[in-house]
């Protein structure tokens, strides 16, 4: 079985949150991932690009911590928060709940928190609606706040965007960036839009049938024979999405003025 240890975090704070190893994960006898290692980094933007059935949704799930590989190492840092927005989320139609009462129920204790997150993430509006009638870029918004009320210092996101046009996909990614700046935290995100990956990411982590095809800070990803194999080497037009100048952010300032299913 694999090794789940304490990750030491460095005075620094740029060690890991979390740190995977040659992990594998095998689901009913069938190879899933296999030999993939990522480090999860204070103030990094990760994202995960492949074809569906690639295991982006499974490593993601090894990275919060739902999923255990069969082989592997995953390491973790002492009092590691994480917040986990899913690209599904079931609502019980028999449960009536607003969208301020499942927010409550995070256990929030800060009532100056609870404000920041709800302006940060715009959902204000949504707050007094029932959880049954939001949209489905509605519903993912409050998963995000609800997962910030949490303090995380990693952001787990699985196709944060999808079935929102290209405008509010662009604002979205604009709020993440908004986010890791603001808080420092971590982010690991699905995306299939890969100009918005493109001008959105610090790194990409190209799969390919379970295994990292390539990886790397988009300009170098782009060019990797193996990602141009996949996707060819057009993207079309850009897609501006937010200022994007990879320096650290591990340091980032709390109160940062803002910019702007399957195993798949």
Same mark, same amino acid.
């Given at each position: 079985?694999?090794?789940?240890? #304490?990750?030491?975090?460095?005075?620094? /704070?740029?060690?890991?949150?979390?740190?995977?190893?040659?992990?594998?994960?095998?689901? /009913?006898?069938?190879?899933?991932?296999?030999?993939?290692?990522?480090?999860?980094?204070?103030?990094?933007?990760?994202?995960?690009?492949?074809?569906?059935?690639?295991?982006?949704?499974?490593?993601?799930?090894?990275?919060?911590?739902?999923?255990?590989?069969?082989?592997?190492?995953?390491?973790?840092?002492?009092?590691?928060?994480? *917040?986990?927005?899913?690209?599904?989320?079931?609502?019980?139609?028999?449960?009536?709940?607003?969208?301020?009462?499942?927010?409550?129920?995070?256990?929030?204790?800060?009532?100056?928190?609870?404000?920041?997150?709800?302006?940060?993430? /715009?959902?204000?509006?949504?707050?007094?609606?029932?959880? #049954?009638?939001?949209?489905?870029?509605?519903?993912?918004?409050?998963?995000?706040?609800?997962?910030?009320?949490?303090?995380?210092?990693?952001?787990?996101?699985?196709?944060?965007?999808? *079935?929102?046009?290209?405008?509010?996909?662009?604002?979205?990614?604009?709020?993440?960036?908004?986010?890791?700046?603001?808080?420092?935290?971590?982010?690991?995100?699905?995306?299939?839009?890969?100009?918005?990956?493109?001008?959105?990411?610090?790194?990409?982590?190209?799969?390919?049938?379970?295994?990292?095809?390539?990886? /790397?800070?988009?300009?170098?990803?782009?060019?990797?024979?193996?990602? #141009?194999?996949?996707?060819?080497?057009?993207?079309?037009?850009?897609?501006?999405?937010?200022?994007?100048?990879?320096?650290?952010?591990?340091?980032?300032?709390?109160?940062?003025?803002?910019?702007?299913? *399957?195993?798949?």
């Amino acid at each position: 079985m694999p090794a789940v240890q #304490q990750l030491a975090m460095q005075a620094s /704070g740029e060690a890991p949150r979390i740190r995977l190893q040659d992990v594998a994960v095998t689901l /009913g006898g069938r190879s899933i991932l296999e030999d993939v290692s990522l480090d999860v980094v204070p103030g990094r933007i990760t994202t995960l690009v492949g074809n569906n059935g690639a295991g982006k949704t499974t490593l993601l799930r090894v990275v919060v911590g739902l999923t255990r590989p069969a082989a592997g190492r995953v390491w973790r840092a002492s009092r590691v928060r994480i *917040g986990y927005v899913p690209q599904h989320f079931a609502v019980d139609v028999n449960l009536p709940i607003t969208a301020r009462r499942f927010m409550a129920l995070s256990g929030y204790a800060d009532a100056a928190r609870w404000q920041e997150v709800v302006d940060d993430t /715009g959902v204000a509006a949504l707050l007094d609606q029932p959880l #049954q009638g939001l949209s489905g870029g509605e519903m993912r918004r409050i998963l995000l706040a609800r997962a910030l009320l949490q303090h995380p210092s990693v952001l787990a996101l699985d196709e944060p965007a999808a *079935g929102l046009d290209g405008r509010s996909q662009g604002a979205l990614y604009r709020l993440i960036g908004t986010l890791r700046d603001r808080y420092g935290c971590a982010v690991v995100v699905i995306s299939h839009d890969l100009n918005l990956v493109m001008a959105a990411s610090d790194e990409v982590l190209c799969l390919e049938h379970g295994r990292i095809a390539c990886r /790397g800070a988009p300009a170098s990803v782009i060019e990797h024979p193996e990602y #141009q194999k996949l996707f060819g080497s057009h993207l079309g037009p850009d897609t501006g999405v937010f200022p994007h100048d990879h320096h650290d952010h591990s340091h980032a300032h709390p109160r940062r003025s803002a910019a702007g299913g *399957g195993h798949g």
